[in-house]
């Protein structure tokens, strides 16, 4: 009778540890799915203004020797974290020329140099003409070491001499181009800026009567 109840207890046990083997599978037995999200970036870049009939004055006459412009504002925007640059160029060399031609005496001397000079490096001696131009604003190339360091006023004409802003640097248009805007980071939307344009004649320099006009062309680009 002892042997049965023995092994009525084994068997009792044993079969509870059978089920306490199988249960852990039961209770978490289940699927799994995985899934994914995507997302496009693209990196752009957009200008505008620029686009307007820049009118340097005064009129050059007997009396003014100098005509200044400041040009309608560039807006460059753009999410490339590389930066951008804004490139000016002439459509023409010698930028300025007489509408109807009439040869050397019809035309200004693009300012000559290889990176922006203060006007004093660059004024026309007495027989030359020369156009040049600077510029000033938002993420201005060279950080103020290539335009100069300056904003609000493009100087003004003084009859016979430049008042050119204070540290102001300028050079002459060239048909390839180059940067007035220069940055190599992403620094947001609506970035301004603006050319100064200037035109002098020298006291004993000889221009033919008429308009006189230059093109101009803005490219803004990603790094």
Known sequence: MMKVFFTSI????????????LEPSMIFAGSQATSSASLTVTNEISLSGCQGAEVLTPALDLT???????????TVSSNDPDGYQLIVKATNSPAMVRQGGGGADAQFTDATSSWPQLWASLAPSATQKVFAYSAYGDDISGGGSKYGSFAGSCGSSGGSSFNSPLNSRWQGFTTTGTSTMDVTADTGLGRNSRLCLVAMRGSAATLNAGTYTAGIVYTATVK
């Open 10 to 21: 084994f068997l009792g046990i044993a079969a509870l540890l059978s089920f306490m083997g």
């Open 64 to 74: 003014n020797q100098v005509a200044v412009a400041t040009a309608t504002q560039c």
